[in-house]
């Protein structure tokens, strides 16, 4: 079913599927017999590496001793780009592989699910998959998906998201794909794993959780059973997040942030998502900034954005962030929770705006890096106005976007673009 469809007033809602999951601490010490009793043989990982936390060591020994054979794809950058899905899919042609493990974060899941369905499509570019439910073939190779870091939730949402680099260069494309067939097999999220992730990404990622759980609870597409998921991750989120961040090995905190980052995903994945992942696939389109990041950027300004035509959903998202809002107007509650979203950017430490992301800070951002011919030149944000108005073009085309409750359109939505690389989120308090 499109979108469009979906958002019609019509009565029947789409219900996607989710994985099977392990989770708890400890949980990636059976992945070996859980792998068995899904007839792996001979799997390919897929992974960025984690270079420095010995993660990948240690779950391909574990895979190794429990009689897995392993040929390992370490190459799967920051916002996984089509040439990191496709050099992993011809890995996994030669070496007769049957089956996938992803180890990481969104990037490490979004890519391997890509993969699967070129595998399935006999190597078709997975570029051509872009969009809603376009597999053909349902039966991709069989996929455990491991999480390293609390945020993205792909390991159990229906989604992959890739930056096309056969476009031009002047107007690099980064899609969603929304696929029923790129479930992962086997979720399996052990917050053990995170505590190796660092603290810029610790809160950077606690921000998607925010995001993709308050999205849903404001889109359009008012899917009632994602609601109250969509509120237990935001109170999660913000119970858990600080101490997560400043305490990388807490485990009660980890451990919350994993809940947090499981269930919000569970929300979007039939709730939709909005503008907040619009901005932000817009900015790592042209800048290979951090997900998280750009979302905890866009966030606030979104829901400034969004809130006259939800006070009161607004007004739940501030009781589950805490605040007592007896004798409170509705108007008054989602401006409280808007207040308490800057707040928690601020204690753990994100950039305000994008203009102030700088390389230095940050350096899973590729700024000026490459490797791609769209990025050896962007080594600065420069937030002038040719770069609000593509940002803001590729906003509006992004499939994340009919799903905003506010309509939007390049004049209703500059402003917004231009206030998250520009403005002073003290504006909005
Ligand atoms: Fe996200």
Redesign the pocket.
Known sequence: MQVEELLKPFPIKEFHPFPRALLGPGAWEIIGPEALKLGFQRSLVMTSGLRGSGTVDKLVGSLKYHGLETVVYDKVESNPKDYNVMDAVAMYQRDKCDSFISIGGGSSHDACKGARVSVAHDGRSVNEFEGFNKSENPKNPPHIAVSTTAG?GSETSWAYVITDTTTDPSNPHKYVAFDDACVATLAVDDPTLYYDCPIAYTAQCGF?VL??ASEPYVSRLNFEPSLGSALRAIQLTVQNLRQATWNPVDLPGREGMMYAQYIAAQAFNSGGLGIV?SI?HAVSAFYDTH?GLN?AIALPRVWAFNMPVCYERFADIARAMGIDTSGMTSVKAAEAALASAIRLLRDVGIPERFVDVKQASYPKNRLGQGPTKFYEQADVIKGDAEDVDRITRHVLGDACTPGNPKECTFDTVRPVVDHCLNGSLDDLL
């Open positions: 993205t998607d995001a993709h992942h932000s997900h979302n």
